[in-house]
């Protein structure tokens, strides 16, 4: 049913808050909290995907039908309710969308129908299979890495089997925890083993499938062949005959298991362990992960079906704008983002869709002009915002820390080389082997390059990939423009000192075939010369994409996926988007960023936290302190260690696992008075029971996917359990428990110079240009660990009760512990954007001069757009000048504020035009003239760490 009331057409895209549905969290779920939504000034929701999932997924992200709403999350009718009571609060929704991959299993029809046809299915070219790679035994069929232990195993445990079910009157494979069908042509041998007159008339009708000769007449034949045998099955004897056929093919005697292995064989599908999947599978994973395909989406046809649900709704009014997930994982992201933006505006010619995509960028990468994007959803914003609420002069010190407990001899850098390595040979080795495979087939085309051995391109393969510097390139039909070029050959040039001189024309090749377009002149004369030439433009489409579609996984998994969890520096930089080894950023550095972004795309997201963040935006912020204290943080190490010599004794656990524990307990701490000020064996069992559980959950994840000790595919369940027992040891309640309440005492010393930092971090997301986005349950402070941890059900009623008690007043940091300040924070300044779009969106953008005894600790700039300006300060590095003593009662009563006296002479400079004007503080509705053009500081924020003056002329 469209939405077509104009007077409840949502306001324009101010902000919006990320809702993560599921099951457990529905639409009715959401609509219940749409008041609140409103009250906190958001104008958006932005909903993890709607479309079909697997049963019971938690995220979305496994699409089975991406033509119909979700049932698990309300359904059309559900989604329907949502959007009318959002837009009865003049709110609207944005939609997450995966076009990249879909879900594999029983689910997922067209999926079914793959396996049932193999390469007859009008699905077969929608997932980006390789039909005819170099493996015969995987010649027209998908390799199912489904098995938990060798098939040849299975088969002599008799664990496989057929079997029939009688609803839909179907054969099926049954493996453990899975059925699979039987191809229609294996109908005829399988029933005509019971040779019986019952089955007759089924067998008949499945002889004239294999008559057939197009597939729509194979498919026909095959409907009417299973409804004859369901005839033929529904009295006594017919299912007794079928019995008996099926018992021939019974892996319980030596001639069934050989029948059953024959029968197995010439299926569409080749069953084997799921530990093969890295080195043998034949299609497109989405990352390693062997349970989700990729999609060919760059075809008309696979684009319009798979998108089909969206137009739908887009047409009807229910969504605003769309959230690509993955978009690097796209053969042609270019290509699709005009493809979606063209139809999506096809449908309405009213407006303008909003469209942002996931993408990562590498330090100083920047987003492609002219696809028709609006941004991307904040990564390269939460690396900025946070890195430059870090103290740079910490490094040195942090360094030596990390010397004392790494098993690496170097730095960030040698532990992603030496992942992607790793990776390559193991992970990702099928992915590697057909990238060489075709960059061989390549090789070939031409007299020039025949020579060229395959394994001389899998050694200057695997430099090139090991070295390269972002995500990925982004050629096309039309081979790479000049900026890919030049990122190919310049990492071509820095790996050739790491391979033989006899391999030096390959690498040269190869540089060549990806950084430059074919040449149409030359190919022609090539053609001329040899008939196999012919290909040679579709084997280097073929090689391009291959490349760019595993770089990006590439990258992620042994950066965000591997590396952060083995890189220990200092974890608040171990976030998606970030690099590790870059701790700090300048202030000059900062506003760069914000203008080029603001000149490019003043519409892009702004993020602090996301669904696939590593820690909380409060954790990192609390985090993010240590590097303002560097020489009190290697002194705590020292006393907790020896603190806990005798735990280390009794269950060993790593020097690096240990110092990354120590730093998660510091980033989860709660900020409950009740939790820091309990002595030990007065803990609340139930709050310190929770937290335990949620940190040997995240510990458990952090050892795997380290790699270094244990993994997902072998784990070491004795060393992961000597983890589990230090951790728990070191968190009992105990009196004889000395760790515990040092761990506290040291979180109270840093907890109000990171609520100080999360403030600044706040303020940043809600004034610099851009879309600020909302996580769900981060309008009070996140201390949330990796997923699932972050996507814990959120408790809203604390939050309207908050909300009700502060109404609207002056921000106060009397009760900060909650949170509630920063809650206030968030709706005083969004509901100052409202109608202010402008603003905050194309409106200028001007860095401002600080001086001062701290001008280092204050970041200041200004936005100005019509008649209107506002300058915003935001308070930074602040851990020495809270500090007021370590004492418990100095302790409980620090705030996040820098006292207003030690600002002493610290101003801001404004321009001389700005003139003749009362500036009025948003936050506490202080007014004031501006003596001079000159703010001081010491003037402005004296009850609250951050501030925004708007000029009234």
């Known amino acids: 049913m469209p939405i077509s009331n104009p007077q409840q057409l949502p306001r324009p895209l101010q902000a919006t808050l990320r809702i993560q549905f599921h099951r457990g969290f529905t639409f009715d779920d959401a609509l219940a909290q749409c008041d609140y939504f409103a009250a906190l000034g958001v104008s958006h929701l932005y909903a993890s995907p709607l479309f079909t999932a697997r049963s019971g997924s938690t995220h979305g992200y496994d699409v089975v039908d991406p033509g119909r709403i979700n049932p698990e999350l309300g359904g059309e009718e559900g989604l329907l309710r949502l959007v009318q009571g959002l837009h009865t609060r003049q709110m609207g929704l944005i939609v997450d969308i995966v076009p990249n991959h879909m879900a594999v299993g029983g689910q997922n029809l067209w999926w079914c129908d793959v396996l049932l046809w193999g390469q007859h299915s009008r699905h077969a070219s929608w997932f980006d299979i390789e039909w005819m790679g170099a493996d ?82 194979r498919q026909t034949h095959a409907e009417r062949a ?203 080795a099928s992915e590697f082997n057909a990238l060489t495979a075709t960059l061989h087939a390549l090789a070939r085309t031409t007299v020039a390059t025949r020579d060229i051995s395959l394994m001389s391109i899998r050694r200057c393969m695997l430099e090139l990939l090991a070295y390269f510097p972002v995500y990925r390139s982004y050629g096309d039909h039309d081979g790479s423009d000049s900026r890919d070029g030049f990122l190919i050959r310049t990492t071509a040039a820095r790996v050739r000192d790491y391979l033989r001189k006899q391999d030096l024309p390959t690498l040269d090749a190869i540089a060549g075939w990806l950084a430059d377009a074919p040449e149409p002149e030359k190919l022609q004369k090539l053609q001329r010369q040899d008939e196999h030439i012919t290909n040679y433009s579709q084997l280097h489409w073929r090689a391009l994409t291959r490349f760019q579609q595993l770089t990006p996984p590439l990258t992620a998994k042994s950066t965000e996926d591997t590396a952060f969890y083995r890189y220990g520096r200092l974890l608040s930089r171990n976030e998606v988007g970030s690099d590790p080894a870059q701790l700090a950023l300048p202030m000059e550095d900062f506003h760069r960023h914000v203008l080029r972004r603001h000149r490019d795309f003043p519409r892009s997201m702004l993020a602090t936290a996301t669904h696939d963040h590593k820690r909380g935006e409060d954790a ?159 309008d009070l402070w996140d201390f949330s660990l990796v997923d699932p941890d972050n996507r814990r059900p959120v408790d809203y009623a604390l939050r309207q009760e908050l909300m009700a008690r502060n109404g609207v007043r002056a921000l106060t940091l009397e009760d900060w512990r909650s949170g509630d300040c920063k809650q206030q924070l968030i709706r005083t300044l969004l509901h100052f954007r409202s109608g202010r779009e402008a603003l905050f969106t194309t409106g200028d953008y001007l860095p401002l001069t600080v001086e001062g005894e701290l001008a280092e600790h204050l970041l200041a700039f200004a936005r100005s757009a019509g008649d209107v300006t506002v300058v915003v300060l935001c308070s930074r590095h602040a851990a020495r000048l809270i500090a007021s003593g370590h004492s418990a009662q100095s302790l409980q009563s620090a705030v996040p504020l820098i006292p207003p006296q030690r600002w002493a002479d610290t101003s801001v400079h404004l321009p001389l035009e700005w003139t003749g004007g009362e500036w009025q503080s948003i936050l506490s509705g202080m007014q004031g003239a501006i003596r001079e053009q000159v703010i001081a500081v010491s003037d402005v924020l004296r009850s609250f760490p951050v501030d925004v003056l708007v000029l009234s002329r």
């Open 136 to 217: 015969p035994a995987l010649h027209g069929k998908v390799l199912l890495p489904v098995l938990g232990k060798p098939y040849g195993e299975l088969l002599r445990d008799a664990e496989i089997g057929l079997g029939f079910d009688v609803e839909s009157a179907r054969l099926y494979v049954a493996i453990p925890g899975n059925h699979l069908p039987v191809a229609p042509e294996d109908y005829v041998e399988i029933l005509s083993a019971a040779d019986s007159p019952h089955l007759k008339k089924a067998i008949a009708a499945f002889e004239r499938v294999l008559d057939a000769a197009v597939q729509e007449e």
């Open 620 to 778: 990192r912020m609390r985090l993010a302190v240590l590097s303002e204290i560097p020489a009190h943080w290697q002194q705590a190490l020292q006393r907790w260690r020896a603190l806990n010599t005798a735990a280390r004794v009794q269950a060993p656990i790593d020097p690096v696992d240990e110092l990354m524990l120590y730093q998660t307990l510091v980033g989860v701490w709660p900020l409950s008075q009740t939790f820091q000020s309990s002595q030990a064996g007065e803990s609340r069992p139930k709050e310190l029971t929770d937290l335990v559980k949620r940190v040997s959950e995240w510990q458990r994840k952090a050892l795997r996917e380290a790699k270094r000790r244990t993994d997902w595919n072998a784990p070491d369940t004795v060393y992961e359990g000597h983890c589990e027992a230090f951790m728990q040891r070191i968190l009992r309640p105990d009196a004889d428990n000395p760790f515990l309440p040092a761990l506290r005492a040291f979180v109270q010393e840093i907890s109000a110079a990171g609520a100080l930092n999360s403030l600044s971090q706040t303020m940043l997301r809600l004034t610099v240009p851009g879309i600020p986005d909302l996580y769900q349950g981060c």
């Open 226 to 428: 299973w409804r004859e045998l369901a005839t033929a099955v529904a009295d006594t004897e017919g299912m007794a005959a079928l019995h008996t056929a099926l018992a021939s093919f019974s892996a319980a005697t030596p001639h069934g298991a050989q029948a059953l292995h024959a029968l197995l064989e010439r299926q569409h599908y080749r069953l084997t362990d799921w530990r093969n999947a890295g080195d043998e599978i034949n299609w497109r994973r989405f990352f390693e992960i062997g349970d989700l395909i990729g999609m060919r989406v760059e075809q008309v046809d696979v684009f319009e079906a798979t998108h089909a649900g969206l137009f739908r709704l887009y047409e009807e009014g229910l969504i605003d704008g769309v959230r690509i997930d993955h978009i690097d994982g796209l053969a042609d992201p270019a290509a699709y983002v005009r493809r979606l933006r063209e139809r999506l505006q096809s449908i309405r010619r009213d407006i303008v869709p909003y469209i942002i995509a996931e993408k990562i960028l590498a330090p100083d990468e920047s987003l492609r002009n002219g696809w028709g994007l609006d941004g991307t959803t904040g990564y390269d914003f939460m690396d900025q915002a946070g890195a430059v609420l870090h103290d740079g002069a910490g490094a040195v010190a942090l360094d030596a820390i990390w010397k004392e407990y790494r098993a690496d001899p170097d730095g960030f850098d040698h532990v992603v080389l030496a992942t992607r390595r790793r990776l390559l040979t193991q992970n990702f």
